[in-house]
């Protein structure tokens, strides 16, 4: 499936969003860029500890953000 899913920080994902941001980190966990799912897992529920208050503030508006376009992870 092909998905046009946007992060940021502080946002609180849909069910089918956190599936699908699992199933990628997972993919890149398994091919070994570790680097790249940190990035991806950070904005997992389990990690919402993780985001500074000023990252909480800009949220959407600028940031940090990640998007899922077109990349097919199921």
Partial sequence: MTTGTML??????????????RRLVALLRRIGDDKVAETFERFLPENDHRWTPDELEVGAQAGPWASLDGVRVD
């Avoid at 940021?8 to 941001?21: F, I, N, P, Q, V």
């Fill in 8 to 21: 940021w920080a502080g946002k609180k994902l849909s069910a089918d969003e956190e599936l699908r941001t």
